[in-house]
């Protein structure tokens, strides 16, 4: 890999875009190079990824407006669905995924960030959808995910004036869960991570499958999704763990369950 660093602690997972010299854009490489990763982890061992982007300026900066520049309009379709295939993997991926969003997240960095489970951010963290001032429509899901996330209205709003906004206004409007000094940012994913590897797996992948599939369809069919996710934890050696130490004498109990995710 070139441009894509992947490190496992224990249970946790890291994915870094490491391209920083083009503040981590997003090209075919980095894309390829992304969905190959997510194809190799372990989802016997990992039970939470972070992704993040190298150095302190920018977590992704945007898709690659080199490469963007010159292409036609079956090639830019293309491009966007290549973007889109590798953002969906990343959306549905079984286990849960963090961004930790440090500095810039523009365009296609936006769009990564909000394919994620969770977004936190660091303080000089910037967000925006800048793509109507270079005469082209969000193409990484943009359109759909920040209204989906932020409200229909402030999602126009942000997308049709090309504005970028700082960590705090991202807070503010529900983009990201919480900001952070630059420095404390990654220590603080992996905690919140390593927090989420402890619980029981199956009940946490059936959680976020629940939760993704559900806001699909409407509220009938979404509670039929969760029954069938709920009964699925059932008669699992999970479940059997979890009830089992919360029922037992308080002499017998642990503080942390040893979950074996099958």
């Not at 989906?148 to 209205?153: A, F, T, Y």
């Not at 049709?160 to 807070?171: G, L, P, S, V």
Request: charged share 25%; aromatic share 6%; net charge negative.
């Amino acid at each position: 890999m070139d441009f894509i660093l992947y490190e496992v602690d224990g249970a946790v997972a890291t994915i870094t875009i490491n391209r920083p010299k083009a503040l981590n854009a997003l090209n075919s490489q980095v894309l390829d190079e992304l969905d190959a990763t997510l194809d190799a982890v372990d989802l016997d061992t990992v039970r939470c990824l972070i992704l993040t982007g190298a150095g302190e300026k920018s977590f992704v900066a945007g898709a690659d407006i080199g490469e963007m520049s010159t292409l036609t309009k079956a090639e830019g379709e293309a491009f966007g669905k290549k973007g889109n295939d590798v953002f969906r993997k990343l959306e549905s991926f079984p286990i849960p995924v963090i961004a930790a969003v440090n500095g810039f997240a523009l365009g296609g960095g936006c769009e990564i960030s909000m394919s994620c489970d969770i977004r936190i951010c660091s303080d000089n963290a910037v967000f925006g959808q800048p793509e109507v001032g270079l005469g082209i429509t969000p193409g990484f899901g943009g359109t759909q995910r920040l209204a989906r996330l932020v409200s229909p209205g402030m999602a126009k709003q942000l997308i049709y004036t090309a504005r970028n906004i700082k960590a705090e206004e991202a807070y503010r409007i529900g983009l990201v869960n919480a900001v952070y000094p630059q420095e404390e940012l990654l220590p603080a994913a992996q905690k919140m991570a390593a927090g989420i590897a402890k619980q029981a797996p199956i009940a946490v992948r059936n959680c976020k499958k629940a939760i993704n599939d559900g806001l699909q369809v409407n509220i009938d069919e979404a509670v039929v999704i969760e029954e069938k996710l709920f009964g699925d934890c059932f008669e699992t050696e999970d479940q059997k763990a979890g009830m089992g130490n919360f029922l037992a004498p308080k002499e017998e109990k642990v503080k942390v369950v040893p979950f074996k995710n099958c």
